[in-house]
């Protein structure tokens, strides 16, 4: 049994209940009366209710994302269903702004905006300490803005990560929080302050997460290469400890990587280090409407030297749908991106997040976005819907054919002979639309044999040619058998051959 039950719901590779730990661990008094019950979004909501309420609490915290609002707010009327005194507290990004406009909001009976790791259990010991819990719910505003806290003085979270988590997990920590940048299109945007816990602190909690076994971490500093000395320290204390099977994952700003800083990650063993690279638009102009500033020579530099001069996995992050952006123009940032070689290339869709100053350009760029989360862009003054709608379709089949890593050898196939990749791709993208009308999953055998039928027929490259690297492809992950289309293919080869 629990008075207090913290709870997210988690998407798929983010495991929100990294905030959650950090206020299980500033809890004080409370902590032992508390316990972390985590799910994810594809769960039925009524054996996540079910669990939460095995715990019999009186108070329930609740973690709200974009990713993840629509079916909490589905959970959080169910659980006021059952128990309508239970008191239920959301916070989070999607519930820190534009309170008055939400129906999760309206369902709840506390809200707490900003950074809760403090906020929370102040508002749970007001509420377990009253005779009353009606009463105190009565006396107590519904909003509460949380300052945000000292991160010298938090309690640090990372023992509450179980062995499990440690076993199967990427764990999260951070060493600061903030982003001095004021992107609009991101809520980092409305609080230029970047605030740092104490290295001296951070470490040995470190060295405890490596001593238990954890192999796999994410780094959630928005600018982890902001201050070099200080991104310097963490690397080499992660160098000093660093074992085969260990990965380290960082965001950082390409253009202001320093020599010294990319001299050092040179070091590491190839594959331990990977970057998030965030670029969103090669467009100076819109970059400069959204308030973004890039020096883009030096961004193509770094990049250039990371990926042949260092084993670093480089995901780098464009997005469409920026006021003012075309197809046209973002093809070409495309390409650009491409020549450079990432590992990845994430093509995301702006989406509105509550409270960021890109709303102000709605009027001037026809910006339309979609009501339901997560508030994708619909359409623009510079691009219509039908066009949003081939690029989301792209960036599905991209993830499918490049990002997954399944056909690194097939892939480059498809633009091989086009002068843009882009270009390219997306006329692939809107033939296997048209041959399979969906874009949710497609089979990995269909995907290759729709793949093999677009190369040899629409493209008419040599069969034997995509053949041979689409077997590469298909063992180069320890694959056993050969479908059954390639058998075929290989066996007309070498009928060929003998002929």
Avoid at 400 to 412: K, Y
Avoid at 443 to 448: E, G, H, N, Q, S
């Amino acid at each position: 049994m629990a008075d207090i039950v913290l709870t997210t719901l988690n998407a798929k590779y983010i495991h929100t209940a990294f905030g959650l730990r950090y206020i299980l661990a500033n809890l004080g008094g409370l902590k032992a009366r508390a316990c972390l019950v985590e799910s994810d979004i594809n769960k039925r909501t009524l054996e996540i209710a079910e669990a939460i309420l095995a715990h019999a609490p009186r108070i329930v915290g609740v973690g709200v994302y974009i990713w993840n609002v629509s079916q909490t707010t589905e959970l959080v009327a169910v659980l006021k269903r059952l128990q309508p005194d239970l008191v239920i507290i959301l916070g989070g990004p999607e519930v820190s702004h534009e309170t008055g406009q939400q129906r999760i909001v309206e369902l709840a009976d506390f809200v707490i905006t900003g950074e809760a790791d403090v906020a929370f259990g102040q508002l749970c010991e007001a509420l377990l300490a009253s005779n009353s819990v009606s009463a105190a719910r009565a006396a107590l505003p519904k909003i509460t803005a949380a300052t945000a806290p000292d991160l010298a003085r938090l309690e640090m979270p990372y023992e509450h990560y179980t062995a499990e988590d440690i076993a199967h997990r990427t764990i999260y920590v951070e060493t600061s929080r903030g982003c001095p940048f004021g992107c609009e299109f991101c809520l980092s945007a409305l609080d230029r302050r970047v605030r740092y816990v104490p290295l001296e602190k951070f470490f040995p909690e470190m060295q405890r997460l490596l001593e238990r076994g954890a192999a796999r971490f994410k780094f959630v500093d928005r600018t982890f290469n902001l201050e070099l000395e200080r991104s310097l320290s963490v690397l080499r204390f992660l160098r000093e400890r660093c074992q085969p099977g260990h990965m380290f994952h960082f965001e950082i700003v390409p253009d202001r990587l320093q020599d010294e800083f990319l001299e050092f990650v040179a070091q590491f063993p190839p594959g331990t280090l990977r970057f998030e690279v965030g670029i969103q638009t090669f467009n100076a102009e819109v970059a400069a409407r959204i308030n973004r500033h890039q020096d883009y020579r030096r961004l193509k530099q770094n990049l250039r030297f990371l990926r042949d001069q260092t084993g670093v996995l480089l995901h780098a992050d464009l997005v469409f749908g920026l006021p003012g952006e075309t197809l046209e123009s973002f093809a070409d940032g495309f390409d650009e991106l491409v020549a450079l070689r990432p590992h990845e290339i994430q093509l995301g869709i702006l989406k509105r997040l509550r409270g960021a100053p890109i709303a102000r350009h709605d009027v001037a760029w026809g910006m339309v976005y979609n009501p339901n989360p997560p508030y994708e862009i619909l359409q623009s003054k510079t691009v219509d819907f039908g066009t949003l709608q081939r690029v989301r379709r792209f960036a599905r089949y991209w993830e499918l054919i490049w990002n997954s890593g399944n056909f690194v050898r097939t892939a480059p196939m498809i633009w091989a002979r086009a002068s843009s990749p882009f270009r390219a791709f997306m006329r692939w993208s809107d033939w296997l639309f048209a041959r399979v009308q969906r874009t949710d999953s497609i089979a990995l055998v269909r995907l290759m044999q729709l793949l093999f039928e677009y190369l040899t027929v629409e493209l008419r490259l040599g069969a034997a040619d995509v053949a041979a690297a689409l077997v590469e492809d298909y063992r180069r992950a320890g694959r056993g058998d050969l479908p059954a289309f390639l058998k075929r293919q290989l066996q007309q080869r070498g009928s060929s051959r003998s002929a």
